[in-house]
């Protein structure tokens, strides 16, 4: 451990069929696969700029060696969201790491400016939350592991984060909020996404198909 703060990155295997489902319905599974291969490289380009840092990467089926070389890689484990990144920050403070921070891999916005701010946001709170506009969160930070987080969230839904501080407030947690950031899950995300003109091509592809 070179460090007492630890970024947690969570990635979907990029692989085809398996990745942007709801935007695949739109532009195709090719198109869905470029996509999320944009949104990882975005993130492990923005994280590889930190140095506050330690960075674990846990991939959801398998680890790929060729990403993010020579930091700590792991398989996600848990039966839902929730036991996965349960699973993923106790780790993280059983090595004896002080703040512990995660984020996902599919926003087009994310930056380092941003990671850095999450790590500064547990000096005055217990927990921070980088909001998405979908209602659920990009970031997550603690200072030490709080369970009632993780339990009986309805994930994937638009209450994700309103869930989730409710049960934080049951437990006087306190809580910053940084800036609202917009994953990408449809074609609507894309299109209106800063990453758009690189995908135009599949815009006109989903258009002729309809």
Known sequence: MTNKNLLIVFVKNVLL???KTRLAASIGDFGAYEVYKELVDITETETARLSN?????????VVIESKWPEKAKFVQQ????GEKMENAFAHGFSLGYDKVVGVGSDLPDLNASIILEGFDALETA??????????GYYLLGMKRL???IFKDIPWSTDT????TLTALSKTER???LLTELNDIDNIEDLKSSSIAYKFT????LSRSNQ
């Open 17 to 19: 069929g398996k990745v």
């Open 53 to 61: 840092c330690d960075i674990h990467i846990y991939f959801s089926d």
């Open 78 to 81: 848990g039966n839902d969201l």
């Open 126 to 135: 217990d927990t921070v939350f980088g909001p998405s506009a979908d209602g």
């Open 146 to 148: 709080y369970k009632e």
């Open 160 to 163: 994700v984060l309103s869930d």
């Open 174 to 176: 306190s809580v910053n």
């Open 201 to 204: 091509k599949y815009y006109e």
